[in-house]
T-cell receptor, first 110, second 114 residues
Framework: DQQVKQNSPSLSVQEGRISILNCDYT??????FLWYKKYPAEGPTFLIS?????DKNEDGRFTVFLNKSAKHLSLHIVPSQPGDSAVYFC?????????FGKGNQVVVIP | DAGVIQSPRHEVTEMGQEVTLRCKPI?????LFWYRQTMMRGLELLIY????????DSGMPEDRFSAKMPNASFSTLKIQPSEPRDSAVYFC????????????FGPGTRLTVL
């Protein structure tokens, strides 16, 4: 059973525009939500997180929004840069473990 | 500071052979996680350890898979016998309980079973 779901597996966006990635979860007991970024032949690296008691967290060009009532979060990247081309994983934390979505491939076109 | 170290980076083997994947977590971290990444299922947690003790192995797909953590700086994931459907990228990650929820991932081992 997939507790964390990422639809729209791939996204192409022009450099300078906004990239929006979406994520849905099923378990209301998750404490934190994280986004990881993965380049080919590398392990995922942590990007940004948000506590379940907040609805927004911003770090530079990256902003994560959480809608607990809808069990939905999103990652906004603005402006998008070619170096942002990667696979992005949504993850939810609970009970000392992370549950991951399948990932979204983002391609930023120069 | 070195990150999580995994070896080998690539492994090609024939069906029926034993495969051992190795992981060295970040020094000082007390939780270690083994994941498998496939196109179909994404990143799946196989097993995790706290203070070298296996806490949850419910993600281990079959008895052919086993994992050990003999000390705080080393863990292995063994597949015996291996099958073509085990082909995937296997990641090891570590974290420090109480310091945040972030896990730090190694570069992964790409396993191909022919």
């Amino acid at each position: 059973d997939q507790q964390v779901k990422q639809n729209s597996p791939s996204l192409s966006v022009q450099e300078g525009r906004i990239s929006i990635l979406n994520c849905d979860y099923t378990n209301s007991m998750f404490d934190y939500f994280l986004w990881y970024k993965k380049y080919p032949a590398e392990g995922p690296t942590f990007l940004i997180s948000i506590s379940s008691i907040k609805d927004k967290n911003e770090d530079g060009r990256f902003t994560v929004f959480l809608n607990k009532s809808a069990k939905h979060l999103s990652l906004h990247i603005v402006p998008s840069q070619p170096g942002d081309s990667a696979v992005y994983f949504c993850a939810a934390y609970g009970n000392n473990r992370l549950a991951f979505g399948k990932g979204n491939q983002v391609v930023v076109i120069p | 500071d070195a990150g999580v170290i995994q070896s080998p980076r690539h492994e090609v083997t024939e069906m029926g052979q034993e495969v051992t994947l190795r992981c060295k977590p970040i020094s000082g971290h007390n939780s270690l996680f083994w994941y498998r990444q496939t196109m179909m299922r994404g990143l799946e947690l196989l097993i995790y350890f706290n203070n070298n003790v296996p806490i949850d192995d419910s993600g281990m797909p079959e008895d052919r898979f086993s994992a050990k953590m003999p000390n705080a700086s080393f863990s292995t994931l063994k597949i015996q016998p291996s099958e073509p459907r085990d082909s995937a990228v296997y990641f090891c990650a570590s974290s420090l309980v109480g310091s945040g929820v972030e896990q730090f991932f190694g570069p992964g081992t790409r396993l191909t079973v022919l």
